[in-house]
T-cell receptor, first 116, second 111 residues
Framework: EAQVTQNPRYLITVTGKKLTVTCSQNMNHEYMSWYRQDPGLGLRQIYY???????DKGDVPEGYKVSRKEKRNFPLILESPSPNQTSLYFC???????????????FGPGTRLTVL | QQQVKQSPQSLIVQKGGIPIINCAYE??????FPWYQQFPGKGPALLIA?????SEKKEGRFTISFNKSAKQFSLHIMDSQPGDSATYFCAAGLNDYKLSFGAGTTVTVRA
């Protein structure tokens, strides 16, 4: 089954304790992205990756890191989480919007993070 | 700062009604305008998308209207059904990779 998986689905942590949220896709997509969803703000892009070893900042990258060492994986790293990073996080992947392709992004199920 | 402004925040319609959601943007470099549908506890899913060289696109009961000069686009849900009750997000894409979303509209369709 074609899908984007995220782990963990729920996480409660404390300020300053480094954490990683994993994202994996099995559709051979070149493009992957991380979003956070907050009430009244919709989804905001954190980082995206056009392919292996190619990443760039989205609209809200502060406090986050990413890496893309393999095509299928795109982990989100919070080196020193703070309470304002409490949010619902989504990973997404797609083939990208090249000519003739549909840039449909497939979203994972979400990770609800609480930073105390 | 929200690059895509979406309204209304919520709306309620009767079954068969036509909810209309509006979005506006400022950056004329945006070249891709998708709409996503999200059910509670799920990730968003692509509903329909349009490029700026097209003024209207229909897929089933969903229609996007696009006004390039006004920098506005909207989603119409024809003959709405209770199963359409969800949160809808408009978005605008830049250079195929950066995607800016609106704040979302919660649509409730009453039977």
């Amino acid at each position: 089954e074609a899908q984007v998986t995220q782990n963990p689905r729920y996480l409660i942590t404390v300020t300053g304790k480094k954490l990683t949220v994993t994202c994996s896709q099995n559709m051979n997509h070149e493009y992957m992205s991380w979003y956070r969803q907050d009430p009244g703000l919709g989804l905001r892009q954190i980082y995206y990756s056009m392919n292996v070893e190619v990443t760039d900042k989205g609209d809200v990258p502060e406090g986050y890191k990413v890496s893309r060492k393999e095509k299928r994986n795109f982990p989100l790293i919070l080196e020193s989480p703070s309470p304002n990073q409490t949010s619902l996080y989504f990973c997404a992947s797609s083939f990208g919007l090249w000519e003739g392709r549909n840039n449909e992004q497939f979203f994972g199920p979400g990770t609800r993070l609480t930073v105390l | 700062q929200q690059q895509v402004k979406q309204s209304p925040q919520s709306l309620i319609v009767q079954k068969g009604g036509i909810p209309i959601i509006n979005c506006a943007y400022e950056n004329t470099a945006f070249d891709y305008f998708p709409w996503y549908q999200q059910f509670p506890g799920k990730g968003p899913a692509l509903l329909i998308a349009i490029r700026p060289d097209v003024s209207e696109k229909k897929e089933g009961r969903f229609t996007i209207s696009f006004n390039k000069s006004a920098k506005q686009f909207s989603l119409h849900i024809m003959d709405s059904q209770p199963g359409d009750s969800a949160t809808y997000f408009c978005a605008a894409g830049l250079n195929d990779y950066k995607l800016s979303f609106g704040a979302g509209t919660t649509v409730t369709v009453r039977a």
